[in-house]
């Protein structure tokens, strides 16, 4: 019953993803650009050491929720037919983005950490340019993830087909000059996906039970 139970509420760690993601982001609030001095960098570090620090690790904590969603979105996909490939390269997207957000929380702790020390006011400076830009794999991984989980969804089904469409014109919009608006209609399609998974897994399940005389 336990197991069922899980079984059911398990695509649910994808609103968990996205809900820590989009806080971390909007509590870390303004940050200083690439291009800002160092002085002001470290400054302003030294000023927030705690709260960013903080939030790395908050940030941290989605991975494993993201993990298990492209895990239960990768099982629907292949029940529903096909040979699983596009299934599977949904999955391989999720991980990548994983890493991304990794990659992501790695570099912001080490900016907050390195703004301690004096001595580390280059390195500073150094991590707060790659700071700025290092949203590449975590990006890139969301757009993989959406385009092939539409892609399947069309051909085999497991996802509303309008659904599926959307994801591939987030996939694809998420490659051109427009990519930090697919970012976030990508969470917001994780968002949707992880609420109908959940409902059509609680509905096969009751489905499944006997009726009780």
Do not use: C
């Amino acid at each position: 019953m336990q197991q069922d139970r899980w079984e059911r509420l398990a695509p649910l760690t994808g609103v968990i993803a996205v809900a820590i993601i989009v806080a971390v982001f909007a509590i870390g609030g303004e940050t200083p650009e690439p291009e800002d001095r160092a002085v002001k960098v470290r400054a302003y570090y030294i000023k927030h050491h705690d709260k960013h620090a903080a939030l790395a690790f908050i940030l941290a904590i989605a991975i494993p929720f993201l993990l298990f969603f492209v895990s239960s979105l990768r099982r629907d996909l292949r029940r529903a037919g096909g040979t699983g490939q596009l299934a599977n390269a949904a999955f391989a997207g999720g991980v990548l983005a994983a890493v991304g957000f990794g990659v992501l929380a790695s570099v912001h702790l080490a900016l907050a950490e390195s703004a301690a020390h004096a001595r580390t006011i280059t390195t500073t400076q150094t991590l707060n340019v790659l700071d700025g830009n290092d949203f590449i794999p975590a990006a890139a991984g969301i757009a993989v993830l959406v385009f092939a989980a539409g892609a399947s969804a069309i051909r085999h089904g497991g996802l509303p087909k309008w659904l599926g469409w959307v994801g591939i014109v987030i996939g694809v919009v998420a490659f051109t000059p427009a990519g930090f608006f697919a970012f976030l209609a990508g969470g917001l399609w994780v968002l949707i996906v992880s609420v109908l998974l959940t409902r059509s897994r609680s509905g096969a399940g009751s489905a499944a039970e006997p009726a009780v005389p």
